[in-house]
C-alpha cells in the first residue's frame, strides 16, 4: 500500500484506539459488495484488490507463509528508498503538539520470494512478505500494531509499474505481560503511479464491514490534484481533492446523511467555495 493509502486508512483504523471491536482475521471472510464505479481504470484496480482478498479469505493461516526453500536474497542491491515505496513502510507526521499525527515504523523485516534484476535493477515481477511495528497517533487516539503483508509488484528497470498488497493489521495491548494482539483488520489495495500522484483502490475489511478508498489524478483550473473517495460499504462518504503530498487542495464533498455539503481548501486551509470555481 501506498504512503497516501495508509494516511486514509489509518484514520479509520484509529478508531480501533478508542474501542472499535473488530472481529479476528479468520472471521473476516466475508462476500464483498464492491461500490459501482465510472472510471474504468479504477474498477479494474478494484477488482484486482478484491480479487486478492479472496485468496486470502480462502487460506489465511497461509497466505503469508515463505518455507526457507523459497526465501531468497535480493539479485541486485535494493536502496531503502525503495523497500519503503515496495512495502509502504515510509514513516509520516504532520502538524506539532496536541494537533499532531501520523505513523513510524520499526523492526522491519522484509523477506524476497522472488525477484529478478536487469542491469543492476529490479525488473520484472517480484514477490516478497514483511513484518512491521506500526504506531499511530493524533489528537484523540494513540495505537500499536504488528503487521504482516504480502505483496506483488511490477517493476521496470527500478520503477515501480504495478502493485498489489495484502496486509494484515493487529492491534497492539500493552499490559504487565507484555504486548499482545487484541484486534485485527485487513487491507487490500491495488495501484498504479501516475507521475507525482497514483491510481489506487484499497478494501479495508473490519468487523463494522468493508470500506472502499479510491484515489486517482485529476485536472483542475488549479493543475493537477489528487481526488480521495470513500465509501463506507456502497454508501459513498466523501470526496475531497489534494495535492501530492495529501494536504487538501481543492473542493472536498460529503455525503455524510444522506446530504450533500461542500467545502473549498487552498493549501491545507478553508477558502471560499469560489476559490474552488463553485
Not at 66 to 74: D, I, L, P, T, Y
Request: hydrophobic share 35%; proline share 4%; with cysteine.
Amino acid at each position: 500500500m501506498s504512503e497516501h493509502q495508509r494516511h486514509l486508512a489509518f484514520k479509520v483504523l484509529g478508531l480501533c484506539a478508542l474501542g472499535l471491536l473488530l472481529v479476528s482475521a479468520g472471521a473476516q471472510a466475508q462476500s464483498l459488495q464492491l461500490p459501482a464505479l465510472k472510471q474504468a481504470e479504477q474498477t479494474t484496480l478494484m477488482q484486482e484488490a478484491e480479487a486478492q482478498y479472496q485468496r486470502y479469505a480462502a487460506a489465511p493461516d497461509t497466505f503469508f507463509s515463505v518455507g526457507e526453500a523459497k526465501k531468497s536474497e535480493w539479485p541486485c542491491k535494493v536502496s531503502a528508498a525503495q523497500l519503503k515505496e515496495l512495502t509502504g513502510t515510509s514513516n509520516y507526521t504532520s502538524g506539532a503538539g496536541a494537533s499532531g499525527y501520523g505513523h513510524s515504523f520499526s523492526d522491519v523485516l522484509i523477506h524476497p520470494v522472488t525477484a529478478s534484476c536487469k542491469r543492476g535493477k529490479l525488473d520484472g515481477q517480484l514477490e516478497l512478505v514483511y513484518e512491521a511495528v506500526r504506531k499511530a497517533w493524533g489528537p484523540a487516539y494513540q495505537n500499536s500494531a504488528q503487521e504482516t503483508g504480502r505483496v506483488v509488484a511490477t517493476v521496470s528497470g527500478g520503477k515501480l509499474i504495478h502493485r498489489l498488497e495484502l496486509r494484515k493489521s493487529a492491534d497492539l495491548a500493552r499490559d504487565n505481560a507484555g504486548s499482545q494482539a487484541k484486534s485485527t483488520s485487513i487491507a487490500s489495495s491495488a495501484e498504479k503511479p501516475d507521475g507525482d500522484f497514483i491510481n489506487s483502490a484499497t478494501i479495508l475489511v473490519t468487523g463494522e464491514g468493508p470500506k472502499y478508498f479510491l484515489k486517482r489524478p485529476v485536472k483542475t483550473p488549479r493543475g493537477t490534484r489528487l481526488e480521495k473517495t470513500f465509501y463506507n460499504g456502497a454508501t459513498l462518504v466523501s470526496v475531497e481533492q489534494t495535492d501530492a503530498i495529501g494536504k487538501p487542495d481543492g473542493m472536498t464533498v460529503s455525503y455524510k446523511g444522506g446530504e450533500e455539503k461542500q467545502s473549498c481548501f487552498k493549501q491545507g486551509k478553508p477558502a471560499d467555495l469560489r476559490a474552488c470555481g463553485s
